[in-house]
């Protein structure tokens, strides 16, 4: 039976992370993002979301990137999680902003080591080889990582930053069985309101 979903939005999508993933599912925390550039071209990749709470989701970057930059442009963004063998959908609407460097700075030390020496690798590279837009050779990427690797103490670089998803309308998506439709319910929040109105629509 689908879930009737009620109050807060943002703590039902935390809760549904933490179920994905106590059933085991793959990196249940992965959301696409999907961005627009100043011209309107689109732009989609998955981001790892690391913090759910009543504002928004955060998720960190290196830049510049293509995310960086469109999200510096136009700041209108939308996102979706899906975990299939659960049946759930969610589906993000709003804008994206760069939080303040502290922010960066207390998260980097919590990121896995990988994570932490591909942003060094990213540095290093966007630093040394600009104007590339992102075509570098694989060895040189493998070169950058394996130096980041000597790095003690290995702080945040400078480019590493932390993204602030705020949304304005979130649509749950149930799916259905055989004898029942499927579900949608929608939360919105228009801009400067505090409260979410919920209503159910078409899936």
Do not use: C
Not at 58 to 74: G, Q, V, W, Y
Not at 100 to 106: G, I, L, N, Q, T
């Amino acid at each position: 039976m689908p879930e009737n979903l009620t109050g807060a939005p943002l703590p039902i999508l935390d809760r549904w992370v933490a179920e994905a993933d106590a059933a085991g599912l793959p990196l249940p925390s992965t959301m696409t993002l999907a961005t627009a550039d100043a011209a309107g071209a689109p732009h989609a990749r998955t981001v790892l979301v690391t913090q759910i709470g009543h504002q928004g989701l955060r998720f960190h970057s290196s830049t510049p990137t293509s995310k960086t930059e469109d999200i510096a442009a136009n700041p209108r963004v939308s996102a979706v999680f899906h975990w299939p063998a659960l049946g759930r959908q969610v589906i993000l609407t709003g804008t994206a902003r760069e939080l303040p460097a502290e922010v960066s700075d207390a998260a980097y030390p919590t990121r896995p080591r990988q994570l932490q020496l591909v942003a060094w690798a990213y540095q290093d590279l966007a630093t040394q080889e600009p104007g590339t837009d992102g075509e570098i050779d694989q060895t040189r990427i493998r070169e950058r990582f394996d130096a980041a690797a000597s790095r003690e103490p290995l702080t945040r670089p400078a480019g590493w930053t932390t993204l602030e998803l705020s949304p304005r309308r979130i649509d749950f998506w149930q799916a259905g069985t055989e004898d029942t439709p499927p579900t949608k319910t929608r939360f919105t929040r228009p801009d400067g309101a505090d409260a979410w109105r919920v209503v159910d629509t078409l899936p």
